[in-house]
């Protein structure tokens, strides 16, 4: 009789051991899910690490350029300066700083116009200009822009320099 017993409340509770076909598609769809989601968390994770890595050559670029001026109206004097930006005639003048020997106090030159060609900084290609405006007496407003992706993409940094007497 016990034997009939236990059988009888095996019998009630006889499941198979493993998953069905309906358990594993809902957790194959589940790690799906979480997979497609931290793909995607990476990939973001790259691009907007890579934007901040271009950011910040930029930046330095662009400080780069308006220091080189500083370290000119130091070192030559505020009267040099003004006679190499424009030929000492008031305005608004754009010069292109691709090249880093032009920013070398030995060698400080004005390359006038826009660039019409990249330079290549880490990995990417770069564009640097500057706008010199002179307009008025004693001061200049600085404004380096550095672009990257053709010029979809910049970065810009204002400074005014003062004459000093």
Same mark, same amino acid.
């Given at each position: ?107 400080? $030159?004005?390359?006038?116009? *826009?660039? @019409?060609?990249? %330079?290549? #900084?880490? +990995?990417? /290609?770069?564009?640097? =200009?500057? &706008?010199?405006?002179?307009? $008025?007496?004693?001061?200049? *407003?600085? @404004?380096?822009? %550095?672009? #990257?992706? +053709?010029? /979809?993409?910049?970065? =810009?940094? &204002? ?7």
């Amino acid at each position: 009789m016990r034997l009939k017993n236990r059988q009888r409340q095996v019998g009630r509770f006889n499941h198979s051991g493993g998953f069905g076909v309906i358990e594993i598609l809902a957790a194959v769809g589940v790690i799906s899910l979480i997979l497609t989601a931290l793909a995607s968390a990476m990939a973001l994770s790259l691009r907007t690490s890579a934007e901040l890595k271009f950011r910040s050559i930029a930046l330095s670029k662009a400080q780069g350029v308006i220091e080189a001026l500083r370290r000119e109206r130091a070192i030559q004097g505020w009267e040099t300066l003004s006679s190499l930006v424009g030929g000492g005639v008031a305005g608004t003048y754009t010069y292109c700083f691709n090249s880093e020997a032009a920013l070398q106090q030995s060698s400080f $030159t004005l390359s006038s116009g *826009s660039c @019409t060609t990249t %330079v290549a #900084w880490d +990995g990417n /290609d770069y564009i640097r =200009e500057l &706008t010199i405006d002179t307009q $008025t007496a004693g001061e200049m *407003s600085l @404004t380096a822009k %550095v672009y #990257w992706q +053709g010029r /979809d993409k910049h970065m =810009e940094m &204002t400074q005014t320099l003062y004459q000093w007497h």
